[in-house]
């Protein structure tokens, strides 16, 4: 009782230190389908309007909440009559429990089948969708977790966290290597829950995988859960307790709909089990049980001395003195548009030296969290092929950059088109069919790219702070939803989506759900997507480009004007009635 007491003690100090990045964390997880799925369950009450005649007056429906609580060794539903609303899962989260239940084979299987063989293209199409969902769940959903707790293990001594740990396993080259450890610790776990018993136990037995994978990525698959299983021996009772110690906060959740999951218990709960996972890892390393030897991140638990940090990052106090602001050097007028909107100048050589500027200075002040012993130090990272890293090549890809307006058009396009896949792709897992999504008749959604641009040019002042990035997305991405349903519906006297009824939502126009997720993907955008296409842009000839872009907006001026119309409508698009859109035929 005193030493769940004294590291769930440990857990709230933790979390108290990193509140904001660890909510964020959970978050994250909760939409993805890792973990703490039952958190989101605000975001799935749906008031549902029922129909008499012409009028659609509201009524009171008596509903079921049936909430899956991922806390015990077997999920249970907990059932509550309410009055007010009916329970509606969100999108994403429907996606992922048929990845994960299996469902979505059959949507797959069947679809195919109805398909006419002579139809090649459509059946192609589908497949596509098929093998970008399974990819989706082996490379995100299903290592997440172990991102997860890389954060929150290095949150356990240091003060700051580098919001660079988000692709940590990018960085140290092993996304593959770990993808396919947790997909074989699923795998064995999914077999052993033939047996009741086998399911209960191998649960546990198998519980601090991710935390070992997160402390030393290079392990092998088969070591890594046998390491588990032998750390776990005789613990595996004591955990579950711990585990169970939780269900206040889990009954707590569920009375405020999951609000206190988001804002306090998940964070908190994973900050605890990580002091516990470093308990069991000491233990471990002191017993010398076998593969301990594996448990080899030592500045993971302890920070190093002030002397080897010094010596190691002693090229940044030289760097510091060879940074050069090179903004002021530009004309005023100039400078202020690239400045502000981060749109680049002709200059390439001004380009890259602006950019190496900006990343040094990242740099400087991050590498000097690192030697007053406040962040981890990436240096010391115990794995050999980390001076194999092509510095050139990270800082390329980095985010801190300006894009060029051939690189903003071609920009627009692929995110359009991004959205519309993705939306069609959401369409099928969910409802079985294909359906050719958006007001105009191309396969691209201009909300998406409109939405992803404007990140990247108004919010370009807020790239060196991740959070405010974050909500900046929401509120811009939100303005943008807003007024795009307000003019589609001014024009053309129809709706193309309708989030009546869904909590937190305004007008039917924007939803708390959707502006998260857009929250999400606007941060993938900044820190990730757009930075790696940009790259390949700039590697295509100038005239090509200018050609290229050219044929683009023809094409869609065209569909445009011709949409004005001849917009798209019809099942799935504005009279759309699956469980999830609720879009309701004109009267």
């Known amino acids: 009782m005193q030493y769940r ?11 108290k230190k990193h509140y904001l990045i660890f909510v964020l964390v959970c978050l994250v997880a909760a939409f993805l389908g890792s973990e703490y799925r039952s958190t989101l369950l605000a975001t799935k009450i749906k008031l549902v309007p029922k129909t008499e005649g012409i009028d659609a007056k509201l ?7 049936k909430t899956n609580i991922n806390r015990l060794p077997g999920s249970f539903s907990v059932k509550r009559n309410f009055i007010h609303g009916k329970s509606n899962k969100g999108v994403l989260e429907t996606v992922v429990d048929k990845i994960k239940t299996g469902s979505v084979y059959l949507i797959f299987f069947d679809t195919i089948i109805s398909i006419s ?32 707790r890389r954060i929150f293990l290095e949150g356990i001594i240091y003060e700051k966290i580098s919001n660079q740990k988000f692709l940590f396993l990018s960085k140290t080259k092993k996304w593959l290597k770990v993808s396919f450890t947790m997909f074989l ?31 030393n990525p290079n392990i092998d698959s088969l070591k890594a859960i046998t390491l588990s299983k032998n750390m776990m021996k005789n613990h595996k009772w004591e955990c579950f307790v ?26 908190y709960k994973t900050a605890t089990m990580c002091y516990y996972y470093r308990d069991l890892r000491a233990i471990a390393k002191q017993n010398k049980i076998k593969y301990s030897e594996y448990l080899n991140d030592e500045f993971l638990f302890k920070k190093a001395d002030q002397k080897l940090l010094e010596e190691t990052y002693q090229d940044i106090t030289k760097l510091a003195k060879q940074n050069k602001d090179l903004t002021s050097d530009q004309p005023k007028i100039k400078y202020h548009i690239f400045n502000f909107l ?42 050999e092929y980390k001076k194999k890293i092509n510095i050139k090549v990270i800082n390329n890809n980095y985010y801190l950059r300006h894009y060029s307006i051939t690189s903003l058009i071609l920009l627009f396009f692929i995110f359009s088109f991004i959205g519309w896949l993705w939306e069609v792709s959401i369409h099928f897992i969910t409802d079985g069919g294909f359906v050719n999504r958006g007001v105009l008749h191309g396969p691209y959604l201009p909300i998406y790219g409109a939405g992803g641009v404007l990140i990247l040019l108004f919010l370009n002042k807020l790239r060196q702070k991740p959070l405010f990035e974050f909500l900046a997305t ?40 959707g502006l998260l997720i857009f929250g999400i993907g606007g941060f993938a955008v900044v820190y990730i997507v757009a930075p790696i296409l940009d790259n390949l842009i700039t590697k295509i000839k ?3 480009l200018v050609v290229l872009c050219i044929a683009l907006i023809s094409i869609f001026v065209s569909d445009q004007i011709y949409s004005s119309k001849h917009p798209n409508i019809g099942d799935g698009i504005t009279n759309y009635n699956s469980s999830h859109n609720h879009f309701k035929e004109k009267t």
């Open 185 to 215: 610790k699923k795998l064995m776990q999914i077999l052993w829950s033939l047996t009741i018993i086998g399911y209960f136990i191998k649960r546990y037995s198998y519980y601090l995988v991710p935390y070992i994978v997160a402390e």
């Open 5 to 15: 007491q004294k590291i769930k003690k440990y857990g709230k100090v933790s979390l």
């Open 117 to 148: 063989t002579t139809n090649v293209s459509l059946i192609i199409f589908v497949i596509a969708i098929f093998m970008l969902f399974a990819l989706f769940w082996y490379f995100i959903i299903n290592v997440y977790i172990v991102i997860s």
């Open 342 to 383: 981060g749109i680049s100048t002709l200059d390439k050589k001004y380009e890259e030296d602006y950019r190496n500027s900006q990343i040094n200075k990242l740099k400087i002040s991050s590498y000097k969290a690192i030697i007053n012993g406040k962040m981890y130090p990436n240096r010391l990272l115990p794995l």
């Open 242 to 267: 711990l585990d169970l110690s939780f269900i206040g906060w889990d009954i707590l959740g569920i009375l405020t709909f999951g609000l206190s999951k988001i804002f306090f218990s998940n964070p």
């Open 59 to 65: 009524q009171l429906n008596t509903v079921i909440f």
């Open 542 to 544: 100038k005239k090509y």
């Open 474 to 513: 929401i509120i811009l991405c939100g303005i943008v939803e807003y007024f795009t349903s307000f003019y589609l519906e001014t024009v053309h006297h129809e709706r193309w989506w309708n989030y009546d009824g869904y909590f937190l939502n305004l007008n039917g126009r924007i939803c708390i759900e």
